[in-house]
Structure formats: C-alpha cells, structure tokens
C-alpha cells in the first residue's frame, strides 16, 4: 500500500465514508452501517470476535464487515438519531457469562 493509499485509509476512518476527495467526487463504500452484513458490534467497539482474539475463548474471525468508516459515519449518525445497537450488543456478552459460569 502506497502512502497516498494509507493517507486516504485514515481520512476515511476519520470522517467517514461520505467525505469529499481531491477530484470533488464522493467517497463511497460497498456498504452503509445500517446494512445487515455489517458487524454493529465493532460500531460500537466492542466485537467479541475481537476482544476475545488471541485468547483461550477466540471465537475466530468474525464472519462481518468490519470498516473503520463505517463506525465513523455511525458515530455521526447516532448523535441525532438512537439505533439500539447497545441492546442487539449485549445478548451475545450475557450468552458468553451464562455459558462460562
């Protein structure tokens, strides 16, 4: 990856995924936060697919999106408007506590 690559990568995971590049065109993603496919976990910061990595309960990859400018257009988005997230978050962490205990 050159470094204009990585400069625009960071740009992206900064301001999202609707900022403007230098030829004025829109940047656009494959996909929106709210699409099925992506992970409202890692929205949010707290994917366990992550958080348990290189553990001895790594649960794998996870099989969602996972785009930093995805969070960024999502953390935009929730200050006007509440999506849940939070509570379709916290089952699969209240399942992980049942199953350990």
Do not use: W
């Not at 230098?22 to 494959?30: A, L, N, V």
């Not at 988005?77 to 209240?94: C, D, M, R, W």
Request: aromatic share 10%; with cysteine; net charge neutral.
């Amino acid at each position: 990856m050159s470094a204009t690559e990585q400069m625009r990568a960071m740009l992206d995971q900064l301001m999202g995924t609707s900022r403007v590049g230098p030829d004025d065109k829109q940047r656009s993603t494959k996909y929106r936060f709210t699409d099925s496919q992506v992970c409202k976990s890692f929205l949010l910061n707290c994917c366990p697919h992550e958080i348990l990595a290189s553990t001895r309960m790594d649960i794998g990859e996870c099989p969602k999106v996972h785009e930093f400018a995805l969070r960024a257009d999502y953390n935009k988005a929730s200050k006007t408007q509440h999506y849940g997230y939070e509570l379709n978050v916290s089952f699969p962490f209240i399942f992980l506590l049942f199953t350990l205990n």
